[in-house]
């Protein structure tokens, strides 16, 4: 790792002069350097704006903090899959505020430049045909999954996500914004931003975490999307907006195995911009708000849909005959107080195979529901325009 371009006891010194008048702290000299290779103790960088090189991988050993208002900055020249990664065991704290986010980024603005956050855990996961360990989609082929639900991995908070979703060398790996490996409840996740990426802005591969106060923002796959198992019981306050490009709202599914411990989300805003086409600008019928397959399930509550107009969309659509056999028929599948706007229908299956009932109560609609409701400020401004706006 290069030094940084002032040292940690220089900028400790520095900020330790500030007046009792709270002087302006853009009056101090911020901190330039590059955080690059493998990090096997702790680490704490202060407010400054960094640069990575490569994959910078927290081992088990490691730990890496970094101060509110930093800026880091993929960068992409050598061609490397830029990425922070967190392998099971090591720890990232990037804890910003509403005024003073953190923001990862890249200089070029273009979606799928660099890897995002990937962070690894040993949760328990339920995988194809049931299994309880797997290997990561996303290149980096590491194990995930294990019987540590409590396990912690840090704390994200106010942590802005900008042109991830690179593809790797294979041509088909993809990282999100946010990528989660059964990653377990100890782990901090609120307020956090997937912007502009190229693939979905937050994944979860099973887990126990939990999320508040999401926004993903004109992500070219889908807005929220997971699988294995992910069971996390208290999430609040998800926001999606699709523009340009982009898939489902929110894709649900369980690796194909029978469950019952899907996850639970309340306050949540779908909204697709008029124009929106799926990814590649396909024919696939991708465009629905909400999508369950492979027996994905779980209990979703003041929903508001939006948008979602485009010929043969709807709402909420199930994708195959086995999950609304076990999961809609079954009474897995809770979706409570679902405002839709527009005049999409409410919801509906594949082809003529199977017909989609809900059992009494488990699907209703509100004409007062608000869906997500989120703070404004510096955390979902970009170029001086609100994420918020839409």
């Not at 929106?276 to 979703?300: H, L, M, P, R, W």
Request: glycine share 14%; net charge negative; with cysteine.
């Amino acid at each position: 790792m290069k030094k940084l371009a002032l040292s940690l006891a220089i900028v400790a010194l520095t900020l330790g002069s500030c007046t009792s008048d709270n002087e302006d702290i853009n009056n101090q000299p911020i901190p330039t350097g590059e955080i690059s290779g493998d990090i096997t103790t702790d680490k704490v960088y202060p407010l400054g704006n960094y640069t990575i090189q490569g994959t910078v991988k927290i081992k088990s050993t490691g730990s890496l903090t970094i101060a509110a208002g930093s800026t880091i900055t993929a960068s992409i020249a050598d061609g490397t899959a830029d990425a922070i990664l967190v392998e099971n065991g090591g720890q990232l704290f990037l804890n910003g505020t509403a005024a003073l986010p953190i923001v990862l980024t890249e200089t070029s603005k273009t979606a799928g430049s660099w890897g995002g956050i990937i962070m690894f855990g040993d949760a328990p996961i339920v995988g194809a045909n049931g299994v309880t360990t797997a290997t990561s989609e996303d290149g980096n082929a590491l194990p995930y999954g294990g019987t540590n639900a409590a396990h912690n991995g840090g704390s994200l908070k106010y942590v802005r996500v900008e042109y991830a979703g690179k593809k790797l060398t294979d041509n088909t790996s993809e990282m999100n914004g946010f990528s989660f490996y059964s990653v377990g409840t100890g782990t901090v996740l609120e307020n956090l931003v997937a912007y502009k990426g190229a693939d979905d802005g937050f994944e979860f591969y099973g887990g126990t975490v939990s999320a508040k106060n999401l926004i993903s923002y004109g992500n070219f796959d889908d807005s929220f999307d997971w699988q294995d198992g992910w069971r996390g019981a208290d999430n609040t306050n998800w926001y999606a907006y699709q523009t340009g490009t982009g898939n489902y709202g929110m894709e649900i599914e369980a690796k194909s195995v029978n469950n019952a411990f899907g996850p639970k989300i309340n306050n949540i805003t779908l909204t697709r911009a008029s124009g929106t086409v799926t990814e590649g600008g396909s024919a696939a019928a991708e465009y629905d708000a909400i999508q369950f397959k492979k027996e994905g399930n779980g209990e979703y509550s003041n929903i508001v849909i939006s948008g979602y107009t485009t010929t043969g969309a709807t709402a909420v659509r199930i994708q195959d005959a086995t999950t609304n056999t076990n999961q809609v028929t079954g009474g897995k599948i809770k979706l409570l107080n679902v405002k839709i706007n527009d005049g999409t229908s409410q919801f509906a299956g594949v082809g003529t195979g199977f017909t989609v009932v809900f059992p009494t109560g488990n699907y209703t609609t509100s004409t007062t529901s608000t869906g997500a409701s989120l703070t404004a400020g510096a955390w979902a401004i970009i170029d001086g325009v609100s994420l918020l706006g839409n």
